[in-house]
């Protein structure tokens, strides 16, 4: 306790490099398990995200493009699915339900989804969970809108005001559906996926705003009121992709092949979790080089950690050597400069765990508003908590070579006033 006390008193009367060590270590550790923190918990968000789907089915591609822009809302398709092919793929005998997907509007930078009823009786993320309201409820009419939970936080908006629909994905749009608004008829709760920041509409609400427009712009000499466009036929003409589950997962093999080998269009059918897999697989390279960058920046730390310590090997060689005139041993000034060196660390891998907790809540708003990504902010698991201890022994391990030298010093050699 005595070689404690005087560590915590030693390393006090030294407090400008010893914070400066300590930041130091701190911002490294905060990098590695942040690095790791974050790679888990987009890896789980996106798994989340969807569950109970067998197939996804959309325009022949990628099956990594089709998953995130049907499911993440990240990209465009390539291609449409004509309406008569969903409907004949829907009335396969294998097939338990279907929720189809329209995608290429926005609002103030939110995606606008077309679908259908299925959507709130079928879609479950995370384990299993339905989609829930925490306000009004599902649309009934063709110019009604549900909104997710960030669209409604972040925008402010209620059950009953009216939106306008911007036509393509750009945040300000130049050209608007704002002869046909949307009622705002109901507020799903928080999900933590990208259906938080989705707009969903019926599909005849979409078919109902493009029915004067062609090639993307609207017909100079047609008009139609949204009035007008509720006689119409308002079937739509394509999907953007479609969800599929299955009767029985045995059959999904085989439905997937049926599907790739659809002959009136070509189609792409996938596995929501093979595909999530060859993503990870596609992304395994960058996050191995993100991993080795915080290696390198904690062996940073750690270096310098140990230059500070030789630099005041020099300063110190008086206070050992009077530590040795009293009474102190080698053995005891090993003991200090190794004590002084934990305590440096362990003090450093707190600072830096506070440091990574307070970012991931100062990140986690953004994340999720930017990336539709929730990041949980949970404890450390096992193997995060290996890494922090592995730097732990490690910085431990590096202070070891000061501590040797301090030991190595005899009591003449600190005495002697060097020139």
Request: glycine letters at 10%.
């Given at each position: 306790?005595?070689?404690l006390?005087?560590a915590?008193?030693?390393l006090?009367?030294?407090?400008?490099?010893?914070?400066?060590?300590?930041c130091?270590?701190?911002?490294?550790?905060?990098?590695?398990?942040?690095?790791?923190?974050?790679?888990?918990?987009?890896?789980?968000?996106?798994?989340?995200?969807?569950?109970?789907?067998d197939?996804?089915?959309?325009?022949?591609?990628?099956?990594i493009?089709?998953?995130l822009y049907?499911?993440?809302?990240?990209?465009?398709?390539t291609k449409?699915v004509?309406?008569?092919?969903?409907?004949?793929?829907?009335k396969?005998?294998?097939v338990?339900?279907?929720?189809?997907?329209?995608?290429?509007?926005?609002?103030?930078?939110?995606?606008?989804?077309g679908?259908?009823?299925?959507?709130?009786?079928?879609?479950?993320?995370?384990?299993?969970?339905?989609?829930?309201f925490?306000?009004g409820?599902?649309?009934?009419?063709?110019?009604?809108?549900?909104?997710?939970?960030s669209?409604a936080?972040?925008l402010?908006?209620r059950?009953?005001?009216?939106?306008?629909v911007?036509?393509?994905?750009?945040?300000?749009?130049?050209?608007?559906?704002?002869?046909?608004p949307f009622?705002?008829?109901?507020i799903?709760?928080p999900?933590?996926?990208?259906?938080?920041?989705t707009?969903?509409?019926?599909?005849?609400?979409?078919?109902?705003?493009?029915?004067?427009w062609?090639?993307?712009?609207?017909?100079?000499?047609?008009s139609?009121?949204?009035?007008?466009?509720?006689e119409?036929?308002?079937?739509?003409?394509?999907?953007?992709?479609?969800?599929?589950?299955?009767?029985?997962p045995?059959?999904?093999?085989?439905?997937?092949?049926?599907v790739?080998?659809y002959?009136?269009?070509?189609?792409?059918?996938?596995?929501?979790?093979?595909?999530?897999?060859?993503?990870?697989?596609?992304?395994?390279?960058a996050?191995?080089?993100?991993?080795?960058?915080?290696?390198?920046?904690?062996?940073?730390g750690l270096?310098?950690?140990?230059?500070?310590?030789?630099?005041?090997?020099?300063e110190r060689?008086?206070?050992?050597?009077?530590?040795?005139?009293i009474?102190?041993?080698?053995?005891?000034?090993?003991?200090?400069?190794?004590?002084?060196?934990?305590?440096?660390v362990?003090?450093?891998a707190?600072?830096?765990?506070?440091?990574?907790?307070?970012?991931?809540?100062?990140?986690?708003?953004?994340?999720e508003?930017?990336?539709?990504?929730?990041?949980?902010?949970g404890?450390?698991?096992?193997?995060?908590?290996?890494?922090?201890?592995?730097v732990?022994?490690?910085?431990?391990?590096?202070g070891?070579i000061?501590?040797?030298?301090?030991?190595?010093?005899?009591?003449?050699?600190?005495?002697?006033?060097?020139?």
């Amino acid at each position: 306790m005595s070689i404690l006390h005087l560590a915590i008193h030693s390393l006090l009367n030294r407090s400008v490099t010893v914070i400066l060590t300590i930041c130091a270590i701190a911002i490294s550790i905060t990098l590695l398990l942040g690095v790791e923190k974050v790679r888990n918990e987009a890896r789980l968000s996106f798994a989340n995200t969807i569950t109970g789907v067998d197939l996804i089915v959309g325009a022949r591609s990628g099956s990594i493009q089709l998953l995130l822009y049907s499911v993440f809302r990240i990209g465009n398709a390539t291609k449409n699915v004509s309406w008569e092919t969903y409907e004949d793929i829907s009335k396969r005998p294998e097939v338990d339900w279907t929720i189809p997907l329209s995608l290429g509007d926005s609002h103030k930078g939110f995606r606008v989804l077309g679908t259908n009823q299925s959507y709130f009786d079928h879609y479950k993320y995370g384990r299993d969970k339905p989609l829930a309201f925490s306000d009004g409820d599902r649309f009934s009419g063709v110019y009604e809108a549900v909104l997710g939970s960030s669209v409604a936080a972040e925008l402010d908006y209620r059950v009953g005001q009216d939106i306008i629909v911007t036509h393509g994905l750009g945040e300000v749009g130049i050209t608007t559906h704002d002869d046909k608004p949307f009622k705002i008829v109901g507020i799903l709760k928080p999900t933590g996926t990208p259906i938080d920041r989705t707009i969903h509409v019926p599909l005849e609400g979409i078919e109902a705003m493009h029915i004067d427009w062609r090639g993307g712009a609207r017909i100079p000499s047609l008009s139609t009121s949204a009035e007008d466009a509720l006689e119409m036929d308002l079937k739509p003409d394509e999907v953007t992709a479609f969800l599929v589950g299955l009767k029985s997962p045995l059959a999904t093999f085989q439905f997937q092949r049926l599907v790739n080998d659809y002959r009136s269009e070509p189609l792409q059918a996938t596995l929501p979790g093979v595909a999530l897999q060859e993503l990870w697989d596609m992304m395994g390279v960058a996050e191995s080089a993100l991993f080795v960058i915080s290696l390198l920046v904690v062996g940073t730390g750690l270096t310098g950690m140990l230059t500070s310590i030789l630099s005041t090997l020099q300063e110190r060689r008086r206070e050992m050597a009077i530590l040795r005139s009293i009474g102190a041993r080698p053995i005891h000034v090993l003991a200090l400069l190794s004590c002084e060196v934990f305590l440096l660390v362990c003090v450093g891998a707190l600072l830096g765990v506070l440091l990574l907790y307070l970012g991931l809540f100062a990140a986690r708003p953004i994340i999720e508003s930017e990336m539709g990504l929730s990041i949980g902010i949970g404890m450390l698991t096992g193997y995060q908590l290996n890494l922090l201890a592995m730097v732990v022994v490690a910085g431990f391990l590096v202070g070891l070579i000061p501590a040797h030298m301090a030991y190595r010093s005899s009591l003449a050699d600190g005495m002697t006033v060097r020139t």
